[in-house]
């Protein structure tokens, strides 16, 4: 949001002046709640742990000890917990029918005021209504969405004139690079299944 707000002031016509009150929120030794800690969400904390941010994750399984130290996050049993807690609350959970609309208005009423959300899982995750109710009633600081549902929001939607919300088009892949590599690894497996062999990346249903 600042630096979205910040390059519009930058370069908008009417601009003749840089405030130098206008500040933005900081993350160094802010504190991060992962929801989900999958591979992607532990590629998140080791980020944020280069920030010296105080990392809390709530998951279905707790990880093994040495790998919360190796990035210093601390388990949260209860979501709860984690959203009481947490400056930025970070979404990272698969989209599965326990976790359709997992934050809703209770769980926003449990964010700090001054706490942002970001969502890069799914849209669904969130109940957006709920989300639309927060953000106009400053419940909590902002949001900020890569993913939405539907994609692309319907353009009445009340999300997209907030002006505490920041949407992206679903792009926390869309490197030249990252796309590569998800079409390597995809040669990969169809070529080991072709040639009868281990295949690299299988998914084994639960």
């Known amino acids: 949001l600042y630096f979205h707000t910040g390059c519009h002031i930058a370069m908008s016509p009417d601009t003749k002046y840089f405030a130098v009150?206008?500040?933005?929120?900081?993350?160094?030794?802010?504190?991060?709640g992962i929801i989900g800690m999958g591979s992607i969400g532990y590629k998140v904390a080791q980020?944020?742990?280069?920030?010296?941010?105080?990392?809390?994750?709530?998951?279905?399984n707790q990880r093994r000890k040495e790998e919360e130290e190796a990035v210093g996050a601390h388990y949260c049993a209860k979501m709860?917990?984690?959203?009481?807690?947490?400056?930025?609350?970070?979404?990272v959970v698969n989209l599965t029918p326990e976790t359709h609309k997992l934050i809703g208005k209770k769980e926003l009423g449990l964010m700090k005021s001054t706490a942002t959300?970001?969502?890069?899982?799914?849209?669904?995750v969130i109940d957006q209504d709920a989300l639309v109710e927060a953000l106009q009633n400053k419940f909590i600081r902002a949001a900020?969405?890569?993913?939405?549902?539907?994609?692309?929001?319907p353009r009445d939607h009340p999300l997209l004139n907030l002006n505490n919300v920041i949407i992206t088009p679903h792009i926390g892949?869309?490197?030249?690079?990252?796309?590569?590599?998800?079409?390597?690894?995809?040669?990969?497996?169809?070529?080991?299944?072709?040639?009868?062999?281990?295949?690299?990346?299988?998914?084994?249903?639960?």
């Open 144 to 153: 900020a969405l890569d993913v939405t549902y539907p994609e692309p929001l």
């Open 80 to 91: 709860e917990d984690l959203l009481q807690q947490s400056d930025f609350v970070m979404l």
């Open 47 to 60: 980020r944020a742990r280069a920030f010296n941010m105080r990392i809390l994750y709530h998951n279905r």
């Open 173 to 206: 892949t869309a490197t030249v690079q990252a796309i590569r590599m998800m079409a390597e690894e995809a040669i990969a497996n169809m070529l080991a299944v072709l040639n009868d062999q281990p295949i690299p990346s299988e998914v084994f249903p639960k």
């Open 21 to 32: 009150d206008w500040l933005g929120v900081g993350v160094t030794r802010a504190t991060l």
């Open 117 to 124: 959300l970001i969502n890069i899982s799914r849209g669904a």
